[in-house]
């Protein structure tokens, strides 16, 4: 088996047929992801599969090679010029370079969660190695009376909903790129997705988004420079919306405030509550998770309520953010701290095809609103407001232009964002089942997503095998105890079913 594996490890990319051409160039919002790193934040979605019972190695390195490099971008590096970055094919790829064995210290053997943590947060702080594609996967062959499996992809590679299909092809039986149905009742629903996204910020948003992202010219630039010059810009959205069947003057017009008055926002946006939670991140990392609350629980709270799944969980986050700062001294009454929140710019199906194609929406959660139904309620009315809003395809467009600049301006841009907000949160629609990997039952699937510039604070929320579970990184200069807060998703969770039970239901 290692010797076929070797074989196969020094087979060229480039000889697949499917391959794209040796030289690639890389899109600019690729380019501005791929140039965000920082010694405090390096751009790299981080998870953890724990799967049992143990995978060994060699069917792990067999299996990610056959799946991954359908892929072609998985078996491309990356190379820098002055202008930009180009995807270029590794001739010499090796499997064992993006595979390892990883070994936890001996204290796992009395704490092995804990354990398991610390090296992830080592390993977010780690940087690819720029001689190779930039992604790699670690093996714990031994973990729990099962293993565990890190893998750490560079954003500019893909965003979080690319890569879910990218799992899809990974676990058994599962579709290779394009395939959009699946093959078995093991792979991943897309139908299982969208019904998470009519739930969640995403949904509302996509229609609009896209059609403006092509309405917006190559790379979307020219919509967030609306900003700058918003009669120029505006004029050439107005005339490629005609041309997309805008034909109403009411609709042009409303079009145009929409563009200004979302870009406006942007630009305007007011600095964040003071909180411990914001500040100058250090260069170390801690990673926590909890244990999943089951899905049907929030899906029957979210009916009561009358509002989405995505509206209590983003209610449970500002709740549990909101304990562990009043825990720690630090007064919330009054509060309320901005999260960024990706907003899907493409069709599900197209999502094989890899790159970036997101947005941000600012979302203010109401950390000093103490009540946890009002709270909901709350998020609710906050999130309604977002709904149709420009707001993420102009972020879009930011990256956009961010990209095309020499990398000093490109971060200077940015620096003005993540000096507003105090974290990033992205929540990632899962399959209802669980999934098996050579044999093994995926049994729980944990992911953390980069932050830029200041900002010490991520917060990721998946959906899988009919639970949802919260996962959270933190700096450690500016959140030391991050499992203190994943500590509060569960209460807050519960007083929040409770106050429900408790509401006058015949009024």
């Not at 060229?12 to 965000?36: G, I």
């Not at 394009?178 to 996204?197: G, H």
């Not at 929140?341 to 600012?362: D, E, H, I, S």
């Amino acid at each position: 088996m290692v010797t076929r594996l070797h074989r196969s490890a020094s087979r060229p990319a480039a000889e697949n047929p499917s391959s794209p051409p040796a030289h690639e160039r890389m899109s600019k919002v690729d380019t501005a992801w791929l140039r965000m790193d920082s010694p405090s934040n390096l751009m790299m979605i981080v998870g953890v599969w724990l799967l049992k019972p143990a995978v060994s190695y060699a069917d792990a390195c067999q299996r990610i090679e056959e799946r991954m490099l359908k892929y072609p971008r998985f078996g491309q590096k990356v190379v820098q010029d002055a202008t930009g970055a180009s995807w270029v094919t590794d001739t010499h790829f090796d499997i064992k370079r993006h595979v390892l064995r990883e070994k936890l210290p001996a204290s796992a053997k009395t704490h092995p969660q804990q354990a398991l943590q610390e090296r992830l947060a080592e390993l977010a702080l780690k940087p690819l190695d720029a001689r190779y594609p930039l992604w790699d996967f670690r093996l714990v062959e031994h973990y729990q009376g099962g293993s565990a499996l890190l893998v750490r992809i560079h954003h500019c590679i893909a965003d979080g909903l690319a890569l879910i299909a990218v799992i899809q092809s990974l676990v058994d039986g599962g579709t290779e790129p394009p395939a959009r149905k699946p093959k078995s009742s093991q792979d991943f629903t897309w139908e299982a997705a969208e019904e998470w996204m009519s739930h969640s910020l995403i949904e509302p948003l996509t229609g609009a988004a896209v059609w403006a992202l092509d309405a917006a010219g190559d790379g979307a630039a020219q919509a967030f420079g609306a900003i700058g010059d918003p009669g120029t810009r505006l004029e050439k959205l107005v005339e490629k919306g005609i041309h997309m069947g805008v034909t109403g003057s009411a609709d042009v017009a409303r079009l145009a405030y929409q563009v200004l008055r979302d870009a406006a926002a942007l630009a305007l946006m007011p600095d964040d509550s003071p909180t411990q939670l914001k500040g100058t991140p250090g260069r170390a990392k801690r990673v926590a998770w909890c244990q999943p609350i089951p899905l049907d629980e929030v899906r029957a709270v979210s009916k009561a309520l009358h509002c989405s799944i995505n509206d209590v969980l983003l209610a449970c986050v500002a709740g549990a953010i909101g304990a562990y700062l009043n825990a720690h001294g630090d007064s919330v009454a009054g509060k309320e701290i901005r999260a960024m929140v990706p907003v899907n710019l493409r069709p599900m199906t197209q999502a094989y095809k890899l790159g970036n194609q997101f947005g941000l929406a600012p979302v203010v959660l109401p950390i000093g609103q103490g009540n946890p139904v009002s709270r909901v309620f709350e998020v609710r009315r906050r999130m309604n407001a977002l709904k149709g809003s420009m707001q993420p395809v102009l972020a879009f467009a930011l990256l956009a232009v961010a990209g095309a600049l020499v990398k000093p301006a490109q971060d200077a841009l940015l620096h003005l964002f993540s000096k507003k907000t105090t974290a990033v949160m992205t929540n990632v629609p899962g399959p209802r089942d669980k999934l098996t990997f050579c044999g093994s039952t995926l049994d729980q699937a944990l992911f953390w997503v980069p932050q830029s510039g200041s900002v010490g604070l991520g917060v990721s929320i998946l959906s899988y095998g009919g639970g949802v579970q919260f996962g959270i990184i933190s700096d450690t200069t500016l959140c030391p105890d991050p499992q203190a807060i994943i500590d509060q998703f569960e209460p807050e969770f519960a007083k929040l079913t409770l106050l429900t039970l408790m509401l006058p239901w015949g009024d």
